[in-house]
């Protein structure tokens, strides 16, 4: 729906400390995973870039980095 209006889509703020991944993920890879390959947003932000681009890096799913790092 963002995608027809030519909107992008970017939450906020993806956190890796004790308490702060939902639920209904298993730990942050999986809360990546969720938003960037099931969810399909454009980007994310995080106060844990280092394991985000290390997550992006190494995982096989749809999302592919748009941009060189």
């Known amino acids: 729906m963002t995608d027809k209006a030519g909107l992008e889509v970017y939450p906020?703020?993806?956190r890796a400390d004790e308490g702060r991944v939902p639920t209904y993920?298993?730990?942050?890879d999986d809360m990546?995973?969720?938003f960037?390959?099931?969810v399909d947003v454009d980007g994310l932000f995080t106060d844990f870039p280092d394991r985000a681009v290390n997550f992006i890096r190494h995982q096989d799913?749809?999302?592919?980095?748009r941009r060189s790092l």
């Open 61 to 65: 799913g749809p999302f592919q980095w």
């Open 25 to 28: 993920a298993k730990n942050f």
């Open 12 to 14: 906020y703020t993806f």
């Open 32 to 34: 990546l995973d969720i």
């Open 36 to 38: 960037l390959n099931k």
